[in-house]
């Protein structure tokens, strides 16, 4: 018989649940609006509903394989206690693991957003293309989110919260970050940095283009900018290319640290890869010694390594963070994998 | 019957040799120094004479587990070619350990010195004494080493090079590093730092201290500084209060890419931990929100996560090298412990 999960991306606008069965495409998806307003307890009833659906309505045909949960924001593993998810408060240190597992009378897993997505892009996106098991993505959205897989498992570090890479301190005393610091990659990355860097070179003047923008919308979002940009927007394309010197500032940080085969650069911010990726691999070039060895665009005669790295943008689009929600139940992180291995 | 280990500490300056069984202390040692002006072809001769000795006396006493080798540098793997020695400039690209394993007809682990010294120090130094299996260790001496260590093991990366944390870009577009990057950890943070630091301090004027010390000793060493510090000059106090800030920064960056449970510092600029140590623990704290989830000097009231991130000074001193290198053929790598485990 083969086997099945049911993946949940429980994101602050839609609430979307999947069953899927392993090497297919989703048996099913079911999306609906996060109802914030009516509180947690409203939106559990619902989540639960919808994951009961579908266990009823493929348990006979698959052998459930288990259910996996992608939520936004840090989680303390093994528990699975949410610490601080900024676009549903009401959930902060709630036992979504223990919860569910509750409700549902199932083992469930959970896992952040970033890491989930991550899995899903090394098992069925650039990772498969690429032929390689281990790789860091960055997730461009609102904010920059994370993940590393090690050999196609999620790298949790000792508590889940391994990769958050986009607290990577990029300019020490920069911008001010939602996580207290100061500098954060997420400030100069992210869509929501787009716009406040837009809104501070309209400010510094001599930016036409950007100005006309605001004031014609006020409330001007990344894909507005981008739009400007493409078009020959001078000071539209210098935000674009700051957003590249931050990337491959940290990328190079990362490069240095993890010594990966790929590093994936995704979410909605990711569309603008063109205008972004020549800065980013100039500074990804200049400050990573590593990267220069194994730059794969240098020919083998030029390259003091065998080994290649490789920076790509995402294949998956936004059904990565649900699709990697379903491969939850497949995989084994790779900190209970070693544990179990019980080495001295 | 008991089994050893050979382990050979090969520096710039001193090739230490040793002879070692598990748990107990060195059976052995020989030091001799790397007569480096007599080329690379006289120090194997040397070495594989000085390794074949303790080969011989030991073997019947005990098994061989294998012989292990640290080495200054970066070294790709699995082949064990040497890239870059800046101490040992015609060792370039040398294939140590296909050469080594020719000359000695047993197999060799090769390793650089920064990851024995974090293995050494997770086993039988501060990885003991906190009871944790994984750590990253920077080493603060010429340069800045790093070693990552996952759940008793090194962790390569994909070919050797994972760790190089010394290389993490704390002030893009700072001080010139010798692996070509602007701003690097390692010149900030490194002995040679802390001169060239003092140096500048010492020409921008109003330091009559550091002033004097030039004129008396134009080639002081990091650790004259340590001692005009320690006797309270101020500007010689502002130069470790700034390799705090840049080991604070670094660290924020390794505790939320890695989320490990002990971070070592080592190295003879250690011995300044008290110099350093606040304005490390200020900027990790502000850089780092994981940090400040897990902050082990915060009552478990106020922390909001059951795990704690620990930040210690290295336990073992200049031995870590050379009992790193003979714990190497005790211990399996993480990455080819996985791929033996061969999961899909």
Redesign the interface.
């Given at each position: 018989m083969k086997s099945f999960a049911v993946g949940v991306d429980l994101g602050g606008t839609n609430l979307r649940v999947a069953a899927y069965s392993h090497g297919s495409e989703f048996l099913e998806t079911i999306q609906l609006p996060t109802r914030r307003e009516s509180g947690r307890e409203a939106i559990l009833i619902e989540l639960c509903g919808a994951i009961e659906r579908l266990l009823a309505r493929y348990s006979g045909q698959f052998q459930l394989e288990g259910v996996g949960i992608a939520t936004p924001g840090?989680m303390?593993l093994p528990?699975g206690r949410l610490?601080?998810l900024p676009n549903l408060p009401d959930w902060n240190?709630f036992q979504l693991k223990n919860e569910l597992e509750a409700r549902l009378g199932t083992p469930i897993l959970v896992e952040n957003d970033a890491n989930v997505a991550a899995l899903a892009e090394c098992k069925y996106g650039q990772g498969r293309e690429y032929g390689v098991e281990?790789l860091c993505m960055l997730t461009l959205g609102t904010g920059v989110g994370s993940g590393?897989i090690?050999?196609?498992?999620v790298w949790?570090?000792?508590?889940?919260?391994?990769?958050?890479?986009g607290?990577?301190?990029?300019?020490?005393g920069g911008a001010q970050c939602g996580?207290?610091?100061?500098g954060c990659l997420e400030q100069y990355a992210s869509a929501t940095a787009v716009v406040r860097m837009a809104h501070e070179r309209a400010r510094q003047g001599d930016a036409p283009g950007i100005t006309h923008l605001a004031l014609k919308k006020p409330k001007f979002s990344s894909h507005d900018l981008f739009l400007l940009a493409k078009a020959g927007d001078v000071q539209a394309l210098e935000v674009f290319a700051a957003v590249g010197?931050a990337l491959g500032?940290s990328l190079?940080?990362?490069v240095?640290?993890?010594?990966?085969?790929l590093y994936v650069v995704g979410g909605g911010l990711a569309s603008a890869w063109e205008l972004f990726e020549p800065e980013m691999m100039n500074?990804l070039r200049?400050?990573?010694?590593?990267f220069?060895?194994?730059d794969p665009d240098l020919g083998d005669g030029q390259r003091?390594?065998?080994?290649k790295?490789f920076i790509a943008p995402a294949k998956l689009g936004s059904d990565a963070g649900l699709l990697g929600a379903c491969l939850l139940p497949f995989t084994?992180s790779?900190?209970s994998?070693?544990?179990a291995?019980n080495?001295?």
């Open positions: 840090p303390e528990e610490l601080i240190n281990s590393i090690l050999q196609g498992r949790h570090g000792m508590n889940g919260m391994a990769g958050e890479a607290h990577i301190v990029v300019y020490p996580c207290g610091s100061l010197r500032v190079a940080s990362l240095n640290t993890l010594n990966l085969e500074h200049q400050c990573s010694s590593i220069r060895i194994t003091m390594a065998a080994a790295t084994v790779v900190s994998s070693l544990q291995q080495i001295a």
